[in-house]
């Protein structure tokens, strides 16, 4: 069974970067699409961005140029690094996955796609 594990989160000034992890065992699968989203307080659970292992990457609108979604295939790592964050940034973040599938465009947005998902990092964000 995949197994997902996030860390980096912590409390931050607008404006700083920040790097999440999320460190991924246990596939079944040779193609998956991974994914992290995200959670602030009294809001749904939203994509930020998508990666899989046929290097394709995807964004929300919204984020993408002040967000980088990355593979590490040796370290067996995804990560995301977040420049100029914004308070708007402030939420619970978690890593998805799904085996058996790339990542498309127009899927990686509905959380019911991935299977698996991670426990999650806080970010914090004060202004």
């Known amino acids: 069974q995949v197994q997902l594990a996030e860390s980096g989160g912590g409390s931050v000034q607008a404006g700083e970067s920040l790097r999440l992890a999320c460190e991924h065992s246990?596939?079944?699968?040779?193609?998956?699409?991974m994914a992290w989203y995200r959670q602030a307080p009294g809001k749904q659970r939203e994509a930020v961005a998508a990666?899989?292992?046929?290097?394709?990457?995807y964004y929300v609108d919204s984020l993408e140029g002040r967000f980088t979604i990355s593979l590490d295939f040796g370290k067996n790592t995804l990560y995301l690094d977040m420049f100029n964050v914004q308070a708007s940034d402030t939420a619970m973040y978690y890593c998805?996955?799904?085996?058996?599938?790339?990542?498309?465009?127009?899927?990686?947005?509905?959380?019911?796609?991935?299977?698996?998902w991670g426990q999650g990092t806080q970010v914090t964000v004060s202004s």
């Open positions: 246990g596939w079944r699968s040779n193609y998956y699409c």
């Open positions: 990666f899989d292992n046929n290097n394709d990457a």
């Open positions: 998805a996955a799904v085996e058996d599938t790339w990542c498309y465009p127009d899927e990686f947005r509905q959380a019911t796609r991935f299977r698996y």
